[in-house]
């Protein structure tokens, strides 16, 4: 059984940084991406940042330049380093990972809550 666990939320005013860590465990092969995605009340799910296997990042367009993804593929693990944070930041961040174990399947955290005070 495969877990992703967020951890790093919190309460911070704006202009502050944050950093995300996201944790795979369990019976794994290989994660290809990981990906943090964010959701606020009334809003769709949005992709914020992923990270591939080889290190390749793509970032969702109100965060460039501000958050950076990255990941320790000894650890299993991804972050996001979340810097000039924003009231409009506020949200539930998701960590997602596609990851192989006897098949490949698509992997979601339970969520760690963001706010960001003006």
């Known amino acids: 059984q495969v877990q992703l666990v967020e951890s790093g939320g919190g309460l911070v005013q704006a202009g502050g940084s944050l950093r995300l860590s996201c944790a795979a465990s369990?019976?794994?092969?290989?994660?290809?991406?990981m990906s943090w995605y964010r959701q606020a009340p009334g809003k769709e799910r949005e992709l914020v940042a992923q990270?591939?296997?080889?290190?390749?990042?793509n970032y969702g367009d109100s965060v460039k330049g501000r958050f950076t993804i990255s990941r320790d593929n000894a650890k299993n693990t991804a972050y996001l380093q979340m810097n000039s944070l924003k009231p409009e930041d506020t949200a539930v961040y998701l960590c997602?990972?596609?990851?192989?174990?006897?098949?490949?399947?698509?992997?979601w955290g339970q969520g760690t809550q963001v706010t960001v005070s003006s």
């Open positions: 997602n990972a596609v990851i192989v174990v006897v098949t490949t399947a698509n992997y």
């Open positions: 369990g019976n794994i092969f290989n994660i290809k991406a």
């Open positions: 990270i591939t296997s080889g290190g390749s990042t």
